[in-house]
């Protein structure tokens, strides 16, 4: 068992907090995203969870193991704590073949020569690297690399991997692949993962569960579909999708259907607040007509392939976006209806 426990955990850097008052559940076998932008302490949470830092405060288990106490000043050091690691750079062995470099831990373990064969085998079978396993590291592409970290996860059977970015250095097309591939691994392995990234498609379109951190915290641990259609706060309401975020007023909440008035006129909301006092626009939660009580104009508009994005601007000067199949000119008037978007509550 791999699930990972996180209790009141701290990390402070010369007295500056770059964590604060994280305590999280990560069950045995998900995939958990930690996303967020940049500085708000992603790597160094993955750095606690591997045990290249301790907490400052708090405690961490893996599994039914303690790998760290603030109290006790105890951490069991990274190579006892049985995870694997793929970070951003691949840090392969330069001089090491690919199967040399996939073997190597078992070398260390002291296995035979016959079982490291048969262990690093199967992990360049399992990453599509067989074709590749006499070559060097500087013979590979970014992705052949990566895909030879993950071979190296693979042969050391971790109950869980971290990792840092790994898609970061490449391409747009190829991390689409790769993607694909951390999910054949992560099935095949049924290792926890905890997988840090600034890119919220990455984190959608692979995790279980994403951890939204801002400012040291975690503001909401949810799942994807959960974080894009009833968002916690204003935060993720703005960072997880393409949204809006608008004051609202008169908020009626009843069994039956709630509502609210949004720049004078009454719409229809789902909440879970008793007093929500602002709103998640969607593109899709606005569909354009040619009446309607709520007016706006076009403000940008922009080719996406099929349909245009537009930028409207309402007569109360809220920005709204939304999605089109036709084009509208810049300066056009159109009429919006409102479908039944997300309420919340936040101070
Ligand atoms: P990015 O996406 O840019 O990698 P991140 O979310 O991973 O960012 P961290 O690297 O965890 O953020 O940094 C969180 C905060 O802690 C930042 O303000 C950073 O400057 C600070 N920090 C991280 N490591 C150290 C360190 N060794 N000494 C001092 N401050 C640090």
């Excluded at 971290?162 to 991390?175: H, Q």
């Excluded at 999708?241 to 006129?265: H, K, N, Q, W």
């Excluded at 309607?292 to 099929?306: E, H, K, N």
Aim: proline residues 4%; hydrophobic residues 40%; glycine residues 8%.
């Amino acid at each position: 068992m791999a699930d990972i426990t996180l209790n009141a955990v701290e990390k402070h850097f010369d007295g500056t907090p770059a964590l604060q008052a994280i305590t999280a559940q990560i069950e045995d076998g998900e995939f958990v995203a930690l996303l967020g932008p940049s500085g708000c302490g992603k790597s160094t949470l993955l750095r606690l969870l591997a045990g290249f830092d301790a907490p400052t405060r708090g405690q961490i288990s893996i599994g039914a193991r303690e790998v760290a106490n603030a109290a006790t000043n105890s951490s069991v050091p990274p190579e006892q704590r049985n995870i694997g690691f793929v970070f951003q750079s691949y840090a392969l062995w330069p001089h090491m073949t690919v199967r040399r470099n996939v073997s190597f831990a078992l070398e260390v373990r002291g296995l035979s020569k016959a079982d490291q064969a048969l262990h690093a085998d199967a992990a360049l079978e399992a990453t599509g690297l067989t074709s590749f396993a006499d070559r060097m590291p500087a013979d590979l592409s970014g992705g052949q690399r990566q895909r030879v970290a993950l071979a190296r996860c693979l042969v050391s059977d971790p109950e869980a991997v971290l990792l840092d970015e790994p898609l970061a250095n490449l391409d747009v097309a190829l991390r689409a692949t790769m993607q694909q591939v951390f999910l054949d691994f992560h099935q095949r392995t049924v290792a926890t993962m905890v997988y840090v990234t600034h890119d919220q498609a990455e984190a959608m379109a692979m995790a279980d569960r994403i951890a939204v951190m801002a400012e040291g915290r975690i503001v909401q641990f949810d799942t994807p579909e959960a974080l894009y259609n009833c968002p916690n706060n204003r935060f993720v309401a703005g960072f997880v999708g393409e949204g809006t975020v608008l004051p609202i007023c008169e908020a009626r909440i009843g069994d039956g259907g709630s509502s609210a008035r949004l720049f004078g006129v009454e719409i229809a909301v789902r909440t879970r607040d008793e007093q929500p006092n602002l709103l998640c626009l969607r593109p899709e939660d606005i569909t354009l007509c040619k009446t309607g009580d709520l007016r706006a104009r076009v403000l940008r508009s922009t080719y996406l392939g099929g349909r245009y994005r537009l930028t409207l601007q309402t007569s109360c000067g809220a920005e709204l976006l939304v999605t089109s199949r036709v084009r509208h000119s810049v300066g056009d008037q159109l009429g919006l209806a409102i479908g039944t978007p997300w309420a919340f509550y936040e101070d």
